[in-house]
């Protein structure tokens, strides 16, 4: 048996999370880092909508741990 040369033309197209990295750097997306967009607008339009969220969140993330 004998090792064959591997080059870059046969690593196969990136999967996973190494996609979504290339996607998110090619559209220059930011992370939120409040409850405000960068364009002032509030991304929730009401509290209740935001507690309703975080809620959701919180369990969705405490199921999976069970």
Request: proline residues 9%; glycine residues 4%; hydrophobic residues 30%.
């Amino acid at each position: 048996m004998t090792a064959e040369h591997v080059g870059p033309q046969d690593v196969p197209p990136p999967r996973g999370r190494a996609l979504v990295d290339e996607l998110l750097r090619q559209k220059d997306v930011q992370p939120i880092l409040t409850a405000e967009d960068p364009n002032g607008r509030e991304i929730f339009e009401t509290d209740e909508e935001l507690h309703d969220f975080v809620e959701y969140t919180y369990a969705a993330r405490h199921s999976e741990l069970t």
